[in-house]
C-alpha cells in the first residue's frame, strides 16, 4: 500500500521528469525511469523536503549541495550506460547521484572525502538497500586504483583539470564527465577514451562545488 504522502512524492517527481527532464531534450530512458523512481526527497535534509523536486540545486550540509535534477540527468546521459558497466563517482555528497546510477548499472563505486556526508550517505545506501553501491572516504582526485578500469566516471565536484589518475582508471571506449574550470564557474566537460586517443566535447557551463584534493583544488 502507498501511503497518501508517497504518492504526493511520486507525483512531484513525475511533474519533474516531464517538465524538468523530458521537456529539455534528455530522451535516455534509461535516466527517465531512474529520475522516476529515485525518491530525490530522502537525500536531503528535512528542511527542503517540499522543495526537493525543485528546479533548483539545495544545500545537502557540509557547505555541499545536491545538483539541480536537469544536471544529474545530462551528466548521467552523457555516460551513455546501458546497464552492465562498472561506474566511478567522485563527489557521494547527498548519495542522490549514485542512487540514480545504482538503478541503470550492475555496480557503483563512489568516494567521499567528507567524513559527515560519508557517514550519513552510507548509511541511507543501506536503509533503501542499494546494495550495489560500495563507498569509500578518502580523496577521489586519486582514484580507485583497486577497483579500475571502470566503464564510466563522474566527478560531481569541479576543478581546474581532469585528475590524471581518472583519466588513466578509465577503460578504453569509456567516457568521464566533470566540469572544469574556475572556482566560480566551469564547463561540463566529457571525455571519450579509445585506446591512447582522448575525444573532448564541451556541454556547456555549469556551476558546481569545488573539487579539493591532490589533484583538484587545495584546501
Ligand atoms: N553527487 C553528489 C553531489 C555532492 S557535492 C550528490 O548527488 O549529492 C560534491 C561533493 O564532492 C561534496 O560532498 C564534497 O565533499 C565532495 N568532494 C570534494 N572533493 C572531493 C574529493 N577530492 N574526493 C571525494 N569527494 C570530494
Known amino acids: 500500500m502507498i501511503n497518501k504522502q508517497e504518492k504526493k512524492f511520486e507525483n512531484f517527481r513525475k511533474d519533474m521528469v516531464e517538465k524538468q527532464i523530458i521537456a529539455r531534450g534528455i530522451n535516455d530512458q534509461l535516466v527517465i525511469n531512474a529520475m522516476n523512481k ?4 530522502l537525500f536531503v535534509s528535512e528542511v527542503f523536503t517540499a522543495s526537493a523536486y525543485g528546479d533548483f540545486p539545495l544545500p545537502i550540509g557540509e557547505e555541499q549541495t545536491i545538483s539541480q535534477p536537469y544536471i544529474i540527468a545530462e551528466m548521467t546521459q552523457a555516460l551513455e550506460l546501458k546497464g552492465n558497466e562498472r561506474v566511478l563517482e567522485i563527489g557521494t555528497g547527498s548519495g542522490y547521484q549514485a542512487a540514480i546510477l545504482a538503478e ?3 555496480k557503483v563505486y563512489t568516494i567521499e572525502r567528507n567524513n559527515t556526508l560519508f557517514m550519513k550517505t552510507r548509511k541511507l545506501f543501506d536503509q533503501l538497500k542499494y546494495h550495489n553501491i560500495v563507498t569509500k572516504y578518502s580523496d577521489g582526485t586519486k582514484g580507485w586504483e583497486q577497483e579500475a578500469p571502470f566503464d564510466a566516471i563522474i566527478v560531481t565536484a569541479g576543478g581546474t583539470k581532469i585528475p590524471s589518475p581518472l583519466i588513466d582508471q578509465l ?3 569509456g567516457q568521464l564527465v566533470m566540469p572544469v574550470g574556475s572556482d566560480s564557474i566551469q564547463e561540463l566537460i566529457k571525455i571519450y577514451k579509445d585506446n591512447d586517443d582522448i575525444k573532448t566535447i564541451n556541454l556547456g557551463a555549469c556551476r558546481f562545488v569545488k573539487l579539493i584534493g591532490e589533484y583538484g ?3
Open 104 to 106: 541503470i548499472v550492475f
Open 217 to 219: 583544488w587545495k584546501e
Open 38 to 41: 529515485v525518491p530525490r526527497h
Open 171 to 173: 577503460a578504453p571506449g
